[in-house]
């Protein structure tokens, strides 16, 4: 359950992100709700999350999920580009989230 929570507040964490994106200032509305919203329910779930997973294994998965979750949004989504040294940070944090998983 509790790492069930982790990766919802991780996946609300990257959609909330996304909507970031799209806000123009503060004429867009309903970017800004996707955002409040995503990031209120992320935090929630993280710290329910917490409750089970020690504190700092379940901000760093977290994290780890949102920058990752958050690359493969701009290169597939945003059709950004990222060089060979950037996926292989990228795979560094992917092995660091997967490893902090396994041992605790």
Same mark, same amino acid.
């Given at each position: 359950?509790?790492?069930?929570?982790?990766?919802? #507040?991780?996946? $609300? $964490?990257?959609?909330?992100?996304? #909507?970031?994106?799209?806000?123009?200032?503060?004429?867009?509305?309903? /970017? &800004?709700?996707?955002?409040?919203?995503?990031?209120?329910?992320?935090?929630?779930?993280?710290?329910?999350?917490?409750?089970?997973? /020690?504190?700092?294994?379940?901000?760093?998965?977290?994290?780890?999920?949102?920058?990752?979750? &958050?690359?493969?949004?701009g290169l597939f989504w945003f059709k $950004?580009?990222?060089?060979?040294?950037?996926?292989?940070?990228?795979?560094? &944090?992917? &092995?660091?989230?997967?490893?902090?998983?396994?041992?605790?």
């Open positions: 359950m509790a790492w069930g929570l982790l990766v919802l #507040a991780g996946i $609300e $964490e990257v959609i909330a992100t996304i #909507a970031m994106k799209y806000m123009d200032g503060t004429r867009k509305k309903w /970017p &800004i709700v996707v955002m409040v919203v995503g990031f209120i329910f992320s935090f929630f779930c993280l710290s329910m999350a917490m409750q089970r997973i /020690p504190a700092g294994v379940a901000y760093a998965i977290w994290t780890g999920v949102g920058s990752i979750g &958050i690359t493969l949004a $950004e580009k990222f060089g060979y040294k950037q996926f292989l940070s990228l795979a560094f &944090i992917l &092995i660091g989230v997967i490893g902090l998983g396994l041992t605790s």
